[in-house]
């Protein structure tokens, strides 16, 4: 057993959470939003490798879950920049309180 | 006791750097601090025995996914001026829910009575993962391949500049 408590790694996860969540809500900028949800998705790894380690420490589920978790963010981060960089050569902001033709 | 220093050392630099990232009105210093969140989740994955994941959490989070943020923050350099506030109106509401949530959340967690083993960690991560990713995940692993294909050719085809396209119409 290490000497680090599982219950350490839940709470800087969670905190880490909050923080991406605090962003993604409060930012204007599409970019600063985007951070937001990239530490949120780190707090994710976060749990899945913590819980790995410290519940099924000979396996590596956890582990490999945490390696999708990247490997979509990868992917997310590629097309959300692309519609970012599509939307302000359109319409010249980054603003996500602009672009809101598609609102109801 | 040096693990549970170098862990504090590494909750520094990922919830110093998540504080960074929400109180600077700069985007650009957001992004860098973005980055130094990122290398300390880096170190997390080692002190968790997943060294693995601590390089693809340097190449792909920090060389791939922070540099390309910062590139788009310089091609989309004009919301980078911090004299216009970044924040939008329900800025208050969140500085409330957010604590709120963080506790609620504590809350429950913490209440759980985690079935911990104490089995001794593999030594050969690497391996493991190897033989899993061919093996009983095979299928996740080529889906996974194949959304990254399909979204990295999404994104070249929505931030093409479509209008100095001088090859034939497509």
Redo the contacts between chains.
């Keep these: ?4 408590p ?7 996860a ?10 993604t ?5 599409a ?2 939003v ?3 949800l ?2 949120m998705l ?1 707090s994710a ?2 749990n899945f ?13 956890g ?2 879950f ?3 978790v ?10 959300a ?6 939307t ?2 359109r319409r ?6 602009d672009i809101d033709s598609m609102k109801f | 006791m040096t693990e549970q220093i170098i862990f504090f050392i590494f909750t520094l630099l990922v919830l110093g750097g998540g504080i960074g990232i929400v109180t600077t009105k700069n985007l650009y210093y957001s992004a860098l601090f973005l980055s130094l969140t990122l290398s300390g989740m880096a170190g997390y994955f080692v002190l968790l025995n997943a060294g693995f994941l601590a390089a693809v959490q340097v190449v792909v989070y920090v060389g791939a996914i922070a540099i390309l943020i910062l590139f788009a923050i310089m091609l989309s350099r004009r919301m980078m001026t911090a004299d216009e506030p970044q924040t939008n109106r329900q800025t208050w509401l969140a500085a409330i829910v957010s604590p709120l949530l963080f506790v609620a959340l504590l809350v429950v967690v913490l209440q759980i009575n985690w079935p911990l083993s104490t089995a001794a960690p593999t030594g050969d991560t690497l391996l493991l993962l190897g033989l899993s990713f061919l093996g009983s995940y095979v299928i996740p692993f080529e889906v996974i391949s194949v959304l990254l294909l399909v979204a990295l050719v999404g994104a070249i085809i929505l931030a093409r500049d479509t209008s100095t396209d001088t090859g034939r119409k497509g």
Excluded at chain 1, 71 to 78: D, L, N, R, T
Excluded at chain 1, 81 to 86: G, S
Excluded at chain 1, 92 to 97: I, N
Aim: no cysteine; net charge neutral; glycine share 4%.
């Design positions: 057993m290490t000497a680090i599982l219950s350490w790694w839940v709470t800087v969670t905190a880490l959470f909050v923080i991406g969540l605090y962003a809500l409060t930012r204007k900028n970019i600063a985007l951070i937001g990239e530490l780190n790894n976060i490798v913590a819980f790995n380690r410290y519940i099924t420490p000979n396996q590596v589920g582990q490999i945490a390696v999708f990247i490997a979509i963010a990868a992917a997310e981060a590629a097309v920049l692309a519609i970012i960089i599509a302000y050569r010249a902001t980054v603003d996500v309180e």
